[in-house]
């Protein structure tokens, strides 16, 4: 059972540079989301989704976009990447809210120079 | 503000050894609370669900407890072993619906030494 499958695993970026984050469940999960671990603190929440084709900002959405065109895809993107954008980004899904279990991928380390 | 912090950030003991560690909350109202094991390079992987009227709850060599009242939680880790070696992050959800009503613990950092 893959889970939650992020890619790429590792990534170094210059500033400015953009890119994208794919995040794949195979839970057929309609909740999913994407988080940044930095040193220190606990997981933020970046943007998130209730279902395809919707998606919704969290508590540090500045400087990312995310789409969620198909229900198993959640894609983040970084249009001009800026050196505080260097972080570990988590994707995670869920089938509802309340009491129910996110499921996290391996995480993406991405460092802007 | 609704916060979690989480004691000790680090802790190192001995394999077979028991450790503790401490989660205070301050998120109100309280839906429920989460323990998280995560690996090194890896993403958080539940260990247990703690809701409102439970007290104490057992998954293996971990037990969680939680005391409403004085909002704090613990994760008991019994005989360790050095696969427990991990950030162990508490969780905290609280009750009016939305995700972002989560709120995540910087963690513990645990090392069990042989």
Not at chain 1, 13 to 29: E, I
Request: with cysteine; hydrophobic share 30%.
């Amino acid at each position: 059972n893959a889970g939650v499958t992020q890619t790429p695993k590792f990534r170094v970026l210059k500033t400015g540079q953009s890119m994208t984050l794919l995040c794949a469940q195979d839970m057929n999960h309609e909740y999913m989301y994407w988080y940044r671990q930095d040193p220190g603190m606990g997981l933020r929440l970046i943007h998130y989704s209730v279902g395809e084709g919707t998606t919704a900002k969290g508590e540090v959405p500045d400087g990312y976009n995310v789409s969620r065109l198909k229900k198993q895809n959640f894609l983040l993107g970084l249009e001009s990447a800026a050196p505080s954008q260097t972080s570990v980004y988590f994707c995670a899904s869920s089938w509802g809210q309340g009491n129910t279990e996110a499921f996290f991928g391996q995480g993406t380390r991405l460092t802007v120079v | 503000k609704n916060q979690v912090e989480q004691s000790p950030q680090s802790l190192i003991i001995l394999e077979g050894k028991n450790c503790t560690l401490q989660c205070n909350y301050t998120v109100s109202p309280f839906s429920n609370l989460r323990w998280y094991k995560q690996d090194t390079g890896r993403g958080p992987v539940s260990l247990t669900i703690m809701t409102f009227s439970e007290n104490t709850k057992s998954n293996g060599r971990y037990t969680a407890t939680l005391d409403a009242d004085t909002k704090q939680s613990s994760l008991h880790i019994t005989a360790s072993q050095l696969s427990d070696s991990a950030s162990y992050i508490c969780v905290v959800r609280g009750v009016g619906g939305g995700y972002n009503k989560l709120i995540f613990g910087a963690g513990t950092r645990l090392a069990v030494h042989p």
